[in-house]
């Protein structure tokens, strides 16, 4: 890609359903309250042909510095019940309660670990390079914290949904391993016009992904573990629809991207996504149902595994 201020603007212009989708991040959603504005938030000036900046860690004031504690306290407290072991260790060898975290450093735990690192980006970016960027494991995160009336309910991620809800699921191998080859499959997803498909699989696993853990579901998903309120809801309301893993069926179900979601689809182990999503060719599914509409997410289908909970994460044991 050649770096322009045209390709920036672009930007913006790209922001349409798939991309804001892909992306969109709202935490305790609030509903009706979907930003409908196609104006991005960031500071795109300056940035590299690949969209990265410098994250700049000596700017942060120590006002964005004590807002990140506070966010980390909430939501590291109901990680500890609701999330899932992966995310919990990974988050304890990041030790970023205290701050904003310094993103060279973090890269450097993650880089030992599985080989991936953190760029700083403005905001959104447009799909083919988030795509480039994931397959080559840098894993993009918004270099401003929200402000400090969107505590509770943001409308682009910011990096506490970035650092928070992603860095730690990557110091997971297997998990690491299935988000580079999420990247690596976004060429093809392009070339056959399938690209909300493949968005849809990002969604109900990378941002909105539960776990069955001893018995109680978990939350591995960045979306559901930044927020509080979807922390709570997620695993525990008894009535919202969580399905088993099918890929399938996530690849044809549409999404909320201004409420909690209303269907969760749930995973045995984090090798499903290896097993079920990486070893699948993706291909014949593209073909079959890029042009049909996609489910409601809110209705059982035919051939649906609902997922009951039986024991409240409260009464799960750790390990
Ligand atoms: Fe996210």
Redesign the pocket.
Known sequence: MVESTKNHDAARDLCTETVRAL?Y?INMKKPGSANSSNELRGDYDGARADYTVPQDHAAYSAAEHERWRRLYERQVALAEKHAAKAFREGLARLDCADGIPDFEHASAILDEATGWRIVAVPGFIPDEVFFDHLANRRFPVTRWIREEHELDYLVE?DVF??FF??VPMLLDPTFADFMAAYGAAGERARAMDAVPMLARIYWYT??FGLIEEHGGLKAYG??IV?SAGETVFSTTDPDVLRLRFDPERIMRTAYAIDDFQSTYFVIDDLQQLITGLVDLDFGPIYTRYRDTEPFPADRLQDGDEPVTIRKLPEDATHD
Do not use: F, L, Q
Request: aromatic share 16%.
């Open positions: 992306w991040y991620p949904h970035d809800g992603h990378v941002e960045a979306g930044s």
